[in-house]
C-alpha cells in the first residue's frame, strides 16, 4: 500500500458514509490522520476512529457543512487534535431532484446551503489556516459530472456542482501564489447507500450505458481523491478530475 500521504492530515466532510468514507479509510491507508465530519450515525462515526487506529490517528466531529460557525469548528478541532491541516476534502453533499417549475425557495436554499455554500466556505476557512501555516495546502471538492452535464429532474443540484465548477477553477487561481491547489473530483454513478433503493432496471440501464459497464465505488473514489491530495498531483489545479467510467460521453445517458 502506498504511503503517500504519510501523517498528512486530512479532513473529510461527510466522511462517515459513501464516497467520503471511501476517501477516509483510503487516505488513512496512506498514512494519513484523518478527521471525520458527521451529523448523522455518530455511532458509525466512533467505530470508524476505533478501526483506523483512535484518536492518535482519527477524530469524528459533527459539524453541519452549511454553517459557517460548524465548519470553524470543524477545523480548530482539527488543529487542536493535530497541529495542522494539509488536505481538506469538500465531501458532504445532498440531491434533491428538483424541477424549476415545482422548485420551492426552502428547497433551494437547503441544496445550496449544503453543497456549495459549505464548499465555499470550507475552502476559505481551510485556505485562511493553509496560509496562517506558511501555505501549501490542498483542497478538494467532490463535486459530479452534473457540475457539466445537464440533468433533467435535477436543477438545483446540477447548479450547485455547476457553482463548485467555477469555485474550484476560481479559487485556485487566487490562492495558487499560496501554493494551495484546488481542485474538484466529479463523480459519475457510485454505489452509494444514497441510490441502494433504486429500482433494479434503471440501474441496468445505466450499467449498460457506462462504457466500463459497472458502477463506481466508494473506493475507486476514494483512491482518485487520495491521489490528487499526493505530491504526485502537485501541478494540478484550478480543474476537475472526472471519473465516470466514460459516461458523459454517451448521450442520453441520463
Not at 470553524?72 to 469538500?90: H, Q
Not at 471538492?141 to 457553482?163: A, F, Q, R
Request: with cysteine; aromatic share 4%.
Amino acid at each position: 500500500m502506498s504511503k503517500a500521504l504519510h501523517d498528512k492530515v486530512v479532513v473529510v466532510t461527510g466522511g462517515n458514509s459513501g464516497i467520503g468514507e471511501g476517501i477516509v479509510r483510503e487516505a488513512s491507508a496512506q498514512g494519513a490522520r484523518v478527521v471525520i465530519d458527521y451529523v448523522s450515525e455518530p455511532e458509525h462515526a466512533a467505530q470508524m476512529v476505533e478501526e483506523l487506529g483512535g484518536p492518535e490517528r482519527a477524530i469524528a466531529v459533527e459539524a453541519d457543512v452549511s454553517s459557517v460557525a460548524d465548519l470553524t469548528r470543524l477545523k480548530d478541532a482539527a488543529v487542536e487534535a493535530f497541529g495542522r491541516i494539509d488536505v481538506w476534502v469538500n465531501n458532504a453533499g445532498v440531491e434533491l431532484h428538483q424541477q424549476l417549475l415545482t422548485l420551492t425557495e426552502e428547497r433551494y436554499d437547503l441544496q445550496m446551503a449544503i453543497n456549495l455554500k459549505g464548499a465555499t466556505f470550507g475552502t476559505k476557512i481551510a485556505a485562511e489556516q493553509f496560509i496562517a501555516q506558511g501555505g501549501g495546502g490542498v483542497v478538494i471538492n467532490t463535486s459530479s459530472t452534473h457540475e457539466d452535464w445537464p440533468m433533467p429532474s435535477d436543477l438545483t443540484y446540477c447548479i450547485s456542482k455547476g457553482g463548485m465548477r467555477m469555485l474550484a477553477r476560481t479559487a485556485g487561481v487566487e490562492l495558487g501564489p499560496h501554493g494551495i491547489r484546488v481542485v474538484n473530483v466529479a463523480p459519475g454513478a457510485i454505489e452509494t447507500p444514497i441510490n441502494t433503493g433504486d429500482d433494479a432496471a434503471h440501474k441496468a440501464a445505466l450499467r449498460a450505458a457506462i462504457p466500463l459497464r459497472h458502477l463506481g465505488t466508494p473506493e475507486q473514489m476514494g483512491k482518485v481523491t487520495c491521489f490528487v491530495a499526493s505530491d504526485a498531483a502537485a501541478y494540478i489545479t484550478a480543474t476537475t478530475i472526472f471519473a465516470d467510467g466514460g459516461l458523459m460521453q454517451q448521450p442520453g445517458a441520463t
